[in-house]
């Protein structure tokens, strides 16, 4: 497998980085992942000028200063995707400090850039086990509030929080995560966004204390389409007894049903009517056979 490393297609071998650089030891990278998508023709990234767009924004909230420019990137991600025949799968992009620091600030401000793609054949992974309902838990580690760090940055530090939350439900025998706010308000899962319905309205956290999911963009904008109302708003966990289905959202997981939350079960059937309206539109759109929505695909080929 290549990776795209300060310009030049390497072998995976050749990014290795030291336990003493900053970010590995700080946590200061900034990254993204993007999903690779079979389409009609050929395989695609979803959203990647959107992932772009947010990789730059963590890096200004970051204080980083990112060595190319978005354009570069672009190019750089369709070229590993292609040098590597990736159909479905997903693509990993970091921009990080490599050097080897002792102080809290990089005495060195060089910064590396490397992209990975990873066909999911390759790992014997299946998308319809990644979108599989999930039972979940309700975590006593509460989301980090944005005064704290700055949450709308995707930055390798901030994933100890929803690491810790996911670690504890697992041990508790669920399969993922709903973090709360320090308020008490629904955040979102381990690195997904969440969304709840109830009969054919919909609602979902604000984008206040959490990663604004490029997904959970595109699934506001169809949700729209498909005649639904949704409703961006402060949630409190006393609501869930009363909703007939949830669901994340995320590049990985596309659109996963949640069938329980704290061993209560949600509505009749998993996944539920407008959960499966969804995701049934998703995989229009990710297979390229509705062209309003191309503008989100970025053909490889």
Same mark, same amino acid.
């Given at each position: ?11 995976? $071998?050749?990014? %290795? =980085?030291?336990?003493?650089?900053? !970010? ?5 990278? /900034?990254?993204?992942? +993007?999903? &690779? ?83 999911? $054949?390759?790992? %014997? =992974?299946?998308?319809?086990?990644? !979108? ?5 838990? /309700?975590?006593?580690? +509460?989301? &980090? ?157």
């Amino acid at each position: 497998m290549k990776a795209w490393l300060n310009g030049q297609l390497v072998g995976w $071998d050749k990014t %290795n =980085v030291s336990p003493l650089s900053h !970010s590995f030891s700080r946590g200061s990278a /900034i990254f993204e992942v +993007v999903d &690779i998508t079979k389409t009609d023709s050929g395989p695609a990234l979803f959203g990647l000028r959107e992932h772009i767009d947010r990789f730059y924004n963590s890096a200004d909230l970051t204080f980083m200063d990112v060595p190319i420019d978005k354009d570069e990137l672009f190019k750089a991600v369709v070229e590993t995707a292609k040098a590597n025949k990736v159909s479905t799968g997903a693509a990993k992009f970091f921009a990080y400090y490599s050097q080897i620091e002792f102080s809290i600030l990089p005495s060195n401000p060089k910064v590396d850039i490397a992209i990975f793609t990873e066909d999911y $054949d390759l790992f %014997n =992974v299946k998308q319809e086990e990644l !979108s599989a309902p999930v039972a979940v838990g /309700i975590s006593s580690f +509460v989301k &980090i509030h944005p005064s704290v760090v700055p949450v709308h940055a995707k930055a390798t530090g901030n994933y100890l929080n929803p690491f810790l939350s996911k670690m504890e439900m697992k041990r508790k025998g669920y399969d993922d995560v709903i973090m709360l706010d320090s308020n008490g308000f629904v955040a979102e899962g381990a690195t997904s966004n969440i969304f709840f319905v109830k009969g054919k309205n919909i609602f979902t956290p604000t984008t206040t204390n959490v990663l604004p999911g490029i997904t959970r963009s595109s699934v506001l904008e169809i949700i729209a389409d498909l005649g639904y109302k949704v409703e961006e708003r402060n949630i409190k966990p006393k609501e869930f007894p009363g909703v007939d289905e949830a669901f994340y959202t995320g590049s990985v997981v596309n659109v996963q049903p949640i069938s329980a939350i704290d061993g209560a079960e949600i509505g009749s059937a998993c996944p539920g009517p407008v959960t499966t309206a969804i995701a049934d539109k998703m995989k229009e759109i990710y297979a390229g056979r509705v062209e309003k929505y191309n503008k989100w695909l970025t053909l490889v080929e």
